[in-house]
């Protein structure tokens, strides 16, 4: 069975860090990613890092202030969130794709990110 187990959320004051965690296992997966989606907006992609690690990507709105990395002891996803901004406020989801897919077909429950001015 997939499972997508977020963790890391919560409420930080602006300029605080925040790092999440996305526990994955039930397959292998080519590829993690981090998306958001505040309250009356559509989700958006933040970022994703390849299975092997070589290759990450961020949404313009993030790079330099937030870092995808993994630990493949623990199969566990990690983005670390610096330099936090009142805009940063949603529920951030991992989602997963496998095999030679480009679809994000696994997703987990999502974690609340709250971030006060």
């Known amino acids: 069975q997939v499972q997508l187990v977020e963790s890391g959320g919560g409420l930080v004051q602006a300029g605080g860090s925040l790092r999440l965690s996305c526990a994955a296992s039930?397959?292998?997966?080519?590829?993690i990613g981090w998306f958001r989606q505040a309250p009356g907006k559509e989700r958006e992609f933040v970022s994703s890092?390849?299975?092997?690690?070589?290759?990450?990507n961020y949404a313009q709105s993030v790079k330099g202030r937030f870092t995808i990395s993994r630990d493949d002891a623990k199969n566990t996803v990690y983005l670390q969130m610096n330099s936090l901004k009142p805009e940063d406020t949603a529920v951030y989801y991992c989602?997963?794709?496998?095999?030679?897919?480009?679809?994000?077909?696994?997703w987990g429950q999502g974690t609340q990110v709250t971030v006060s001015s």
């Open positions: 989602a997963a794709r496998s095999g030679a897919s480009l679809k994000y077909a696994y």
């Open positions: 039930g397959r292998t997966f080519n590829n």
């Open positions: 890092i390849s299975w092997t690690g070589e290759i990450t």
